[in-house]
Nanobody, 113 residues
Framework: QVQLVESGGGLAQPGGSLRLSCAAS????????MGWYRQAPGKQRELVAT???????TYADSVKGRFTISRDNAKSTVYLQMNSLEPEDTAVYYC???????WGQGTQVTVSS
């Protein structure tokens, strides 16, 4: 059974940091490209960052220089380090096994003073 479980969301102040984790099970994680997406209220889900199995990364323009995606194949976990957070980063963040089309359940990130 495939499971992607996100954690690490919460409330942060503008300029603050959070680190999201997505633990995978039931998949050959090291062979999967992985991605982080987000969906703000009233908006469509959008791509935030991806990391391939060879660790090539891509980022949305809105997060370049602030967010970093990484992976630990030994732990079957993908991370999203989010720095210099802005209120516009408020959303539910989802991880996705790109190669398989599976999604996690999401974790809420709220940036507010």
């Amino acid at each position: 059974q495939v499971q992607l479980v996100e954690s690490g969301g919460g409330l942060a102040q503008p300029g603050g940091s959070l680190r999201l984790s997505c633990a995978a099970s039931g998949i050959m994680f090291r062979l999967c490209d992985m991605g982080w997406y987000r969906q703000a209220p009233g908006k469509q889900r959008e791509l935030v960052a991806t990391i391939t199995r060879s660790r090539t990364t891509t980022y949305a323009d809105s997060v370049k220089g602030r967010f970093t995606i990484s992976r630990d194949n030994a732990k079957s976990t993908v991370y999203l380090q989010m720095n210099s957070l802005e209120p516009e980063d408020t959303a539910v963040y989802y991880c996705k096994a790109e190669s398989l089309g599976f999604w996690g359940q999401g974790t809420q990130v709220t940036v507010s003073s």
